[in-house]
Structure formats: structure tokens, C-alpha cells
């Protein structure tokens, strides 16, 4: 190959991708009688679970992760939240989402946790579940973070909407990490932003990068960077330390080098700020962003979520070093 006239040498004219007809052997099993024993803790208003080499904490009040710390190093620098709410796009402002959808806004900062339980399931095992109620017409909300004495944590969410609510914009997670865990590195489709109703044109692969080249500049600023169809996400710093998001089976994520916060209250790309922490949306869904007609429609009914009960799984490992191998922690199953 050489370079033309029309492009340089290396350009990709055309792609495709397809699965192959061969069976993936199942994820080896993980020996969880094997792993260190792990204890828990109950002081004043957080339960805390420590293992060999980490601890974790979990807010009786909030019914959230609000502390991860592995080998003295914190990696959640603010908790791990449900959040059902979107920066809002230009399409969305086009058709009337801020106002049709607004009871989503508040919802997960405004729940109220109604019950937290913890048990110890074995000695390599601490199961804390969560019971919520939600302003959006009461709606029942619950989380349930399963530890393991790898320092391993599968968390379960699910909501139980009521049908008098609107559609529902997202239903994810949030949570901010020290701005150290910076890069970015995810098995889905890339490497540039995709959407439900916009992700074809991507190939699912293994991408690598800074969270700040991640972004999408958007002359106004708006929700942003998404990639979707994701097996795993791993964010990390320097030293290849950080935490791994699996999921069980596909996630929605994005990180951001500021909050959503900051995303609604610019209206122009210099006013965005960068943080001292990076913003990361673990999700199972946001509904597409529509725009057939440029600035008015709506998202087509397929890629939307309407108010019934959800529920999606995702695990968090942290990582050790640059010797961990991804794929490898992204394999072991947990079932």
C-alpha cells in the first residue's frame, strides 16, 4: 500500500465484523474457599469489610460504596451512587426531555434508604443489601454488594418503576475516583463515543487512553464520551494500579475528567472545568439520542426505557499493577 491522492497509506477504506459459530468456554470458576478470610465491621455510620489488602466501606445512611482502599491506596474518591439522569444533548433539549423527564433528575440523589443488612455468608464472604424508596412516585430501589475475600465485589441494582413515571433517561451508577486513575481501558465498542441507537459504525475491540482524549468537545457542553456493548473497563494510573468494571453481561460507561454537575452548568467548552477526580458512569443503559430530524425527535421507541422494573450486574476488582492482566481478572467467574 502507498498513499493516494485521497488519503495516506494505512486508511481504512471499509471494515466488518461478525462473531464466529464456536461455543467460549465458560470463565474458570473461582476458588472462593481458597481466598483470605474477610471481616465485618459495623462503626458508627458505615459497615466496613476488610480483607487482606483492602477495606471497603459502605454508608448506612447513603447505602452506597464510599470507600475503597487496596494496599493503602483509596480508589473511589466519592461514593458509588444510582443514577437515572443525562446531561441533557442538544437533541434532547430539541424534543423536551429536561421537562418531560425532570422527576429523574433528583432521583437518586434524593432516595431514601429505608434498610441495610449485612451477613457474613462464610468466612470469604460478606453480602450488604440495600432497600431504597425513590421521590419519583415511590419507586422501590434496591442494591446488593456481594464482597469476596479477593477483594473482588459483584453489585446488583434494580428499580421498580411505576408506570405512571416517564421514561426513565439512564439507570447506572456513578462515582468519582482520585484524578490519578486517568487512563482509560475498555474491551466494547470504540474507539469514539457511541450510543444505543448510534454504535454500529464502532468495532468492538480493546481500546486504551487518556480519560481527557475519551471526551467529546461539544460546543456546548452536554452528556458525552459513552461507548457501549462494554465487557470490561479498567481505570488506571502510572503504575497500572487501579479497578476493574466487568460486566454481567455488557455495560454502558464513560469517564469524565469533571462532573455531570459541571457538564449542566456550562454553556461553553472553556467553562468546563477539570477536576482533581474522574467522573465514571458504570450503567446498563441511557435511552439513544434520536435526532432523525436534526433537533426535534425523539429517540425511537426500541431505544428508550420505559418506567417497569430493571435490574444489571457488574463486578469491581482492583488492580494491582502493570503485570495484572486485564482479560485474565475479567475472567473469573464469581457464579
Known amino acids: 500500500a502507498a498513499d493516494a491522492s485521497w488519503a495516506k497509506r494505512g486508511h481504512v477504506v471499509a471494515w466488518d465484523q461478525f462473531q464466529l459459530p464456536f461455543p467460549v468456554p465458560a470463565a474458570p470458576e473461582a476458588d472462593v474457599a481458597a481466598m483470605p478470610s474477610i471481616s465485618l465491621r459495623q462503626s458508627g455510620d458505615a459497615i466496613a469489610v476488610t ?17 475503597f482502599e487496596f494496599r493503602g491506596k483509596q480508589l473511589i474518591a466519592e461514593p458509588l451512587v444510582p443514577n437515572f439522569w443525562r446531561a441533557p444533548t442538544d437533541n434532547d433539549i430539541g424534543n423536551g426531555m429536561p421537562k418531560r423527564q425532570a422527576v429523574w433528575q433528583q432521583a437518586g440523589p434524593g432516595r431514601a434508604v429505608t434498610e441495610v443488612h449485612a451477613e457474613q455468608l462464610s468466612a470469604q464472604v460478606v453480602r450488604i443489601s440495600v432497600e431504597a424508596t425513590l421521590p419519583a412516585a415511590n419507586s422501590n430501589y434496591r442494591s446488593t454488594y456481594t464482597f469476596y475475600g479477593s477483594g473482588h465485589v459483584a453489585v446488583e441494582c434494580s428499580i421498580d418503576a411505576a408506570d405512571s ?10 462515582m468519582q475516583m482520585p484524578g490519578e486513575f486517568n487512563m482509560m481501558t475498555w474491551y466494547g465498542r470504540g474507539p469514539h463515543e457511541t450510543y444505543w441507537d448510534r454504535k454500529t459504525g464502532a468495532a468492538v475491540g480493546i481500546y486504551s487512553g487518556p480519560v481527557e482524549e475519551q471526551i467529546h468537545q461539544y460546543v456546548r457542553p452536554q452528556e458525552n464520551g459513552n461507548r457501549t456493548d462494554v465487557r470490561w473497563v479498567a481505570l488506571t494510573n502510572s503504575d497500572g494500579i487501579g479497578l476493574l468494571a466487568v460486566g454481567m453481561p455488557l455495560l454502558s460507561v464513560s469517564a469524565w475528567p469533571y462532573t455531570m454537575r459541571d457538564l449542566e452548568e456550562a454553556n461553553h467548552i472553556h467553562e468546563l472545568p477539570r477536576r482533581d477526580t474522574i467522573t465514571v458512569n458504570l450503567d446498563y443503559k441511557q435511552m439513544g439520542v434520536g435526532g432523525d430530524n436534526s433537533w426535534g425527535a425523539r429517540p425511537h421507541s426500541q431505544y428508550t426505557l420505559p418506567p417497569k422494573p430493571y435490574s444489571y450486574r457488574f463486578s469491581l476488582t482492583p488492580i494491582p499493577g502493570k503485570a495484572a492482566s486485564l482479560a485474565e481478572l475479567s475472567r473469573r467467574s464469581f457464579e
Do not use: H, K, Y
Open 51 to 67: 480483607g487482606e489488602d483492602f477495606t471497603l466501606r459502605v454508608g448506612i445512611s447513603s447505602g452506597a460504596i464510599e470507600s
Open 165 to 174: 413515571l416517564p421514561n426513565l433517561p439512564r439507570f447506572g451508577m456513578q
